[in-house]
C-alpha cells in the first residue's frame, strides 16, 4: 500500500461543485489516488456542522461500495475539519492512498525503511495562488 493521507477539500457554499468534486474522483478514475473513506461535510450560517455518507449525494452515490475496512473518518475529524471551514460552506473529507507511490513504497518497506512522514506544502509557499 502507497502512504494514504486525510484532505479536506473545502467549498464556499453549502453544497458540492460538480465539477470540482468530478475532477477530485476523476484522479481515482486515473489510478492515482484510491478513495479509501469519505464524508460530506456542511457548516451552516449559523455554525452547525453537519455530516453525510458520500451515498446522501447523487454524484458520490457508490464512490465507497468497495470499501474492506471500518470508516476512518469519525465525529472527531468531522468537528477538527469544521474549524477549517467558514459558516455556510460545504467540505470533501477523503482519505486517500496514493496509488502513484505505492511501488516507491513497497521498495522503502523490502530495504528495511518505513515512510516516516510528510508534510503538505500550502499553494500559497509554493507561489500558487
Do not use: Y
Request: hydrophobic share 55%; aromatic share 4%.
Amino acid at each position: 500500500m502507497g502512504p494514504a493521507e486525510f484532505i479536506v477539500l473545502a467549498f464556499p457554499e453549502e453544497q458540492l461543485r460538480v465539477a470540482a468534486v468530478a475532477a477530485v474522483m476523476g484522479l481515482r478514475k486515473a489510478g492515482v489516488v484510491r478513495l479509501i473513506d469519505g464524508l460530506v461535510a456542511t457548516k451552516t450560517a449559523s455554525g452547525a456542522v453537519l455530516s453525510a455518507e458520500f451515498d446522501e449525494f447523487v454524484e458520490l452515490r457508490g464512490l465507497l461500495a468497495h470499501r474492506e475496512a471500518a470508516p476512518l473518518i469519525g465525529p472527531e475529524d468531522v468537528r477538527e475539519s469544521a474549524e477549517l471551514m467558514d459558516r455556510g460552506s460545504c467540505a470533501l473529507l477523503l482519505v486517500v492512498e496514493h496509488v502513484w507511490a505505492e511501488d516507491a513504497a513497497i521498495a522503502v518497506r523490502a530495504a528495511g525503511g518505513r515512510i516516516a512522514g510528510a508534510v503538505r506544502l500550502p499553494a500559497d509557499r509554493l507561489g500558487v495562488a
